[in-house]
């Protein structure tokens, strides 16, 4: 089966992204987003490494990624992965967590069995893509996501922040100095730690190296400059990537569409 991936946006959702997409090779590497992953598996199995655990699910299963959390993704077994995916913001979570009495937006558990639900959430996927009617669509879209909350939310959403005061910082500073060319020199200077102890550190708190973080945060902005509407050229330049062929490759790797795609939702 011919592996493809399907995006679009819902701007009405604030800006709400959702793909749907069939593997059969392709693994994600180890990143992170600002936005939850809701993915509801179709056919086949996804299994993942999320937080330092493996965690699978296979189809009629949800598999649902909090904001920041790292993680990895790819297909198990012989049959194509199959799956459809929401990307909510942490506002539109919060607003739909006020709905069911909840302060702020909650934290779920990252496999989900609930037959009803997935079902749910896959009908109104399908229906977003479809030219339903809005009215419908946008109802069914918050009822969806409000028995998500209302089944299986565990408490209210917390960042994966290191209490390590020194990784803290630098998971502060990678975020505030993303386009600048960052040394790890520079990083073991400003916590005080060997290059080697910093490394080490770092990805026992955050999930993932230094370099890594900071490729995430790149196209985690990058996704937002495009949305703002602001061209590949410009995007790759203020991300601090080499070239555009440079920006493709990794945003490709890291999301598994290219920013051309990305752009054309």
Known sequence: ?????????????????????????YEFPRHWHDTYVIEVVEQGKDICECQGRTISARAGEIIVINPHEVHTGRPLGKRALK????????????????????????QFPNVISDPGLARMLLRVHRFSNEGCESLYSQASLYSALRQLVARHALGVNSANVSHHPCIKNLREYLLDNFSKNITLEELSRISGMSPFHLLRTFRAAVGMPPHEFLMSIRIERARSLLT?????????????????????????????????????K
């Open 1 to 25: 089966m011919k592996e493809y991936t399907r995006f679009w946006q819902l701007p009405e959702f604030h800006n709400l992204e959702l793909i749907e997409a069939c593997y059969t090779t």
């Open 83 to 106: 799956y459809r995916c929401f990307y909510p913001t942490i506002a539109m979570m919060n607003d739909v967590s006020q709905m069911e009495a909840y302060e702020f937006a909650p």
């Open 228 to 264: 703002r509407g602001f061209d590949i050229a410009h995007v790759a330049c203020e991300t601090d990537f080499y070239d555009q062929s440079h920006f493709n490759k990794h945003f490709k790797r890291i999301l598994g569409i290219t920013p051309g795609q990305y752009l054309r």
